[in-house]
């Protein structure tokens, strides 16, 4: 039974590798689509700096392990915001995987009164 499992472990520990490396790359999906939210509402909301005010709403909502792009602007009656973030290789903050994750959001611009 000892042998079965020393021969076993390996592959249980790879799996929970590749589990755990899923997990993040969701969470990180999850995370660029908040970003991306707070940014355009933030710079909807703000009527002189919006893109100041827009990149760092996102960097605000995202932790630090995670680097954050973001790019900001109106379109329209739409403030756009897009967030690239990276995705971290199984510990976030040590190494990143080669791709990056979008999130993408829209607010109403907010017109003076």
Known sequence: MLVEFA???PYVLLMLAVIWQCILIGYT???AGNAADQAARAGAAARGGAAGACAEAAARHVPAAWSVNASCGQQGDIYRAEVTLRVP???PGVLDMPF???GRAGA???GRP
Do not use: K, M
């Open 7 to 9: 021969g076993i472990f």
């Open 100 to 102: 990056d994750v979008p």
């Open 108 to 110: 109403a611009a907010e």
């Open 89 to 91: 290789a199984l510990f």
């Open 29 to 31: 999906f999850s995370l």
